[in-house]
């Protein structure tokens, strides 16, 4: 499933740094509001690499992909909502309009090979709304 939510940047939080149990490790979180009559306030974390490779600057228009995820520790839930690609505004009209259709892979690291030419079931041009 690719979730994405689409926004503007109102502010970006310090970077936080730390140890664990895999070594030293960095996120940083952004406020994403997003659009529509009722716009809402989103924090977002990007962690490692990402922070320097996305390079996300306050008042930008972005569309963030995302995952969702909630854990429990002591009898309490807190969720995530971690970004693993942004897309900024007119990045979609700069692909290649042949890949624009094209389901992409899902997730971090699901690079696969571009099969031209194959029959391949990962391409839809269905108009249904899910």
Known sequence: MDLKITGKVTQILEVQSGEGKNGTWRK???ILQTEGDYPK?????QWGDNID?????????L?????????????RWYTD???WRI????D???RPQAQQGKAQPAGPGANFPDDEGSD???DFDDDLPF
């Open 92 to 94: 979609a009209a700069a």
């Open 41 to 45: 306030d989103v924090c977002i974390i």
């Open 63 to 75: 569309t963030t992909h995302i995952d969702i995820q909630s854990r429990e520790f002591k009898g």
């Open 120 to 122: 391949s079931s990962m």
């Open 53 to 61: 490779q996305f390079a996300i600057k306050e008042g930008e228009r």
């Open 81 to 83: 909502i971690k970004a």
């Open 28 to 30: 940083q979180e952004f």
């Open 87 to 90: 897309e900024r505004e007119g």
